[in-house]
């Protein structure tokens, strides 16, 4: 058995809004935490109006604020997005008020689109290849101080908050190997290379003082009902979702629809995206997530749930917990 933990996008629901999103995402923490979930990771999305973690960090206090045992994190913050300085300060100032209890997972795409990324940035100058730099300069920035450096992350120097590198790719692979932090791939949304990125990972790790060995978590989508026909159903929530963005018109997250037909390239696409995905009764959600485990030799697997209903997903989660709550607890 192997730790679970969960992945919130903070869903801002058709006839819903962020305020009402953040209030689920807290209630969903709370339970998570009492159902044994090892980790909450919220994610750094821009412009999207079916997503209300833009402020990630913000978000990650409110989480950890209304909680008391679970680790909170980023799945992930966006770093080109911004300075390593001003990321080391927030999460130096959530360890601080929060301590042992902080994760700082990390990606290189903005997580928007590029007129909304040049919005942010002022310009695209500080662009996805200087990611590798910008890495290794936050985490300097949380080891103890040196004398006569110039610029301390305050709070921050000291902390040694735990960095993550998040890919969809090889390129976080051979990054995170080489760094040697744990990875996480994000197979709830780009499946493809998954096996050859652990692979990868796996085999040009170099143990460092935060990890003597390889760590994969990977991300799933998990769609739990009382019964089969009920998740099927749950399901047409994300994949309307999965079409409209993929077709450039990101929304809110929609209602469940019973009598949607996609046509054959929607279908192949869903097919794609959502083949890691456990979708089904109690019975057939934990097979699936063994059976999942067990092909990838993942050491920790993160659930996204995006399902429209709170209590549903409440459900979702709660069916998937008791194998979070049987295994084996882990080191930060």
């Given amino acids: 058995m192997i730790p679970y933990s ?25 339970h998570a935490e009492k159902w044994g979930y090892r980790r909450y990771w919220l994610a750094e999305h ?50 601080s008020l929060f301590p042992g209890r902080i994760d700082l997972g990390l990606g ?5 689109d590029l007129v909304t990324a040049r919005a942010l940035r002022r310009n695209l100058e500080s662009d996805v290849g200087s990611f590798p730099d910008d890495v290794l300069e936050l985490m300097a920035y949380f080891r103890a101080s040196r004398p006569g450096q110039a610029v301390r992350a305050v709070p921050g120097a000291g902390l040694e908050v735990p960095v993550w590198i998040l890919g969809s790719s090889l390129y976080g692979a051979h990054l995170a190997a080489a760094l040697g932090l744990p990875y996480a791939f994000a197979s709830h949304f780009a499946p493809a290379q998954l096996l050859h990125a652990i692979d990868v990972y796996r085999s040009g790790f170099r143990p460092t003082s935060q990890l003597a060995r390889p760590y994969v978590m990977a991300g799933v989508n998990v769609i739990a009902a009382d019964t089969d026909r009920e998740a099927a159903l749950l399901r047409t929530s994300l994949e309307q979702a999965f079409v409209n963005l993929r077709s450039g018109r990101p929304g809110k997250l929609p209602p469940p629809s019973p009598g949607i037909v996609w046509g054959p390239h929607e279908r192949a696409m869903l097919d794609q995206v959502l083949s890691c995905a456990a979708i089904g009764s109690p019975s057939t959600v934990r097979r699936w997530l063994n059976d999942f485990a067990a092909r990838t030799g993942a050491d920790e ?32």
């Avoid at 290189?108 to 928007?112: F, H, L, N, V, W």
């Fill in 6 to 30: 969960v992945l919130d996008l903070a869903p801002v629901i058709e006839g819903g809004d962020a305020s009402r999103a953040l209030r689920c995402s807290l209630d969903l923490a709370r």
């Fill in 46 to 95: 821009h412009g999207m109006p079916g997503i209300a973690s833009a402020a990630t960090a913000v978000v990650i206090g409110h989480v950890a604020a209304g909680t008391s045992t679970i680790r909170v994190g980023s799945g992930g913050i966006m770093l080109p997005n911004h300075s390593p300085l001003v990321i080391a300060e927030q999460f130096g100032t959530l360890e």
């Fill in 108 to 112: 290189r795409a903005p997580g928007t």
């Fill in 301 to 332: 697997l993160i659930l996204a749930s995006q399902i429209f209903d709170h209590d549903a997903r409440l459900r979702s989660y709660e069916i998937a917990a008791p194998v979070a709550s049987e295994a084996e607890r882990i080191p930060a």
